[in-house]
């Protein structure tokens, strides 16, 4: 079986939920994932071929797609943007 990575931005654990601080990148893409959703990307990826790198989640697809279109250096911002204080 080939090796894959899901990639996920944030998901709606305990862990996440209960954070003393949420980083500002957190509360702008929003915590929408479940750790079932995550699951059934697992059993997604072991059940049929896919590629290695899966995003997960609508807002994450988006930022990925927009990673392989466009420089490295404007995803760079994005994410400096989204992450501002």
Avoid: C
């Amino acid at each position: 079986m080939p090796k894959q990575a899901l990639l996920p931005p944030f998901v709606k654990t305990p862990m996440v939920e209960d954070a003393d601080y949420q980083a500002p990148v957190v509360s702008r893409l929003g915590v929408k994932l479940k750790a079932e959703d995550i699951a059934a990307k697992v059993w997604e990826a072991a059940a049929r071929e896919v590629p290695v790198h899966n995003p997960v989640g609508g807002v994450f697809k988006m930022i990925k797609l927009f990673d392989k279109l466009l420089p490295s250096a404007s995803t760079r911002l994005t994410m400096t943007f989204l992450s501002r204080e």
